[in-house]
């Protein structure tokens, strides 16, 4: 790139967040009283019950299959992004129903045993080497290890913060958690924008405001899109968003309608909207 202010989107590792993410976890569900348990979260049809039973959910999957080679057959032929979404839906959906069997109590003391495990689990990982799960969301095929543990970090991340947000707990908005968030989250704009025709050298700014944002510029190449870390002086496009709003866009909280308009555009408003559907998860 001409514009020296930008940096290319350099590998992220975050397997050291997940011990201290975990504490906040446990932490905020220990302070729960038995109402806030079923209050709606961010999540369609998911309570704080459901939402908690999810992520130990994920973690006690996580454990079983890429730890001990547990392997479960899938239920039909993954051919496809859609294919791929359904299967993780069902997976979603029998795990919660399951766990919902669960006493809060009880939950707390299994993320108390699974937590210090999926730590080891994710800092015992290679950061090249070649993950079993690509980030499918990020348009990958396949993924290095720190990508991986990324968005296991943005997922653990988000669950929490659906939490939080349900019972009005303080938020993990600091920047040594939403950073790493976003600077994983804005590697699904080129699958968010592949479709987008612009000639060669077109820039949009994404601006995220706060202690934990930051600038991220993406920009139309030969062949396809590419993300750079900071803003490029000369873009088509500029987006600014406030930190509640990003979060919540990329991790399906907010609608395309929505972001769009808590956002701040400034110069070409169709090149913005692509964005406004971008998500760092499996939708």
């Known amino acids: 790139m001409a514009d020296a202010s930008l940096t290319p989107m350099a590998p992220l590792f975050t397997a050291e967040q997940f011990p201290p993410l975990y504490a906040e976890l446990v932490g905020l569900l220990r302070s729960l009283g038995p109402d806030d348990w079923d209050r709606p979260t961010l999540a369609p049809r998911w309570s704080v019950r459901d939402v908690a039973a999810h992520m130990l959910d994920i973690d006690l999957r996580g454990l079983s299959f890429p730890r001990d080679d547990h392997f479960v057959p899938d239920d039909g032929p993954i051919e496809t992004y859609a294919d791929l979404v359904a299967l993780i839906n069902r997976l979603n959906e029998m795990g919660v129903r399951y766990l919902r069997r669960l006493s ?109 944002g930051g600038a991220w510029s993406l920009v139309r190449e030969e062949a396809d899109w590419r993300v750079w870390r900071g803003a490029a002086a000369d873009a088509a496009t500029r987006v600014r968003l406030e930190p509640d709003a990003a979060w ?36």
Request: hydrophobic fraction near 45%.
């Open 104 to 212: 809060p109590r009880l939950m707390i003391d299994l993320f108390e045993l699974t937590g210090p495990r999926v730590a080891e689990q994710v800092a015992s990982q290679p950061p090249h080497g070649q993950a079993r799960h690509s980030v499918a969301w990020a348009g990958e095929q396949t993924s290095e290890n720190w990508m991986n543990i990324g968005r296991e970090y943005t997922e653990r991340w988000h669950h929490q913060m659906q939490i939080r947000e349900a019972v009005g707990a303080p938020r993990l908005l600091e920047r040594r958690w939403l950073h790493p968030v976003l600077d994983l989250s804005v590697r699904a704009l080129p699958r968010a924008y592949a479709d987008t025709a612009a000639p060669t050298g077109t820039t949009l700014v994404l601006e995220v405001a706060g202690e934990g």
């Open 248 to 283: 919540k866009m990329f991790f399906n909280a907010l609608g395309a309608e929505r972001a769009a308009a808590d956002a701040a555009v400034t110069g070409d408003e169709r090149l913005a909207k692509p964005l406004f559907r971008a998500r760092a998860v499996m939708v």
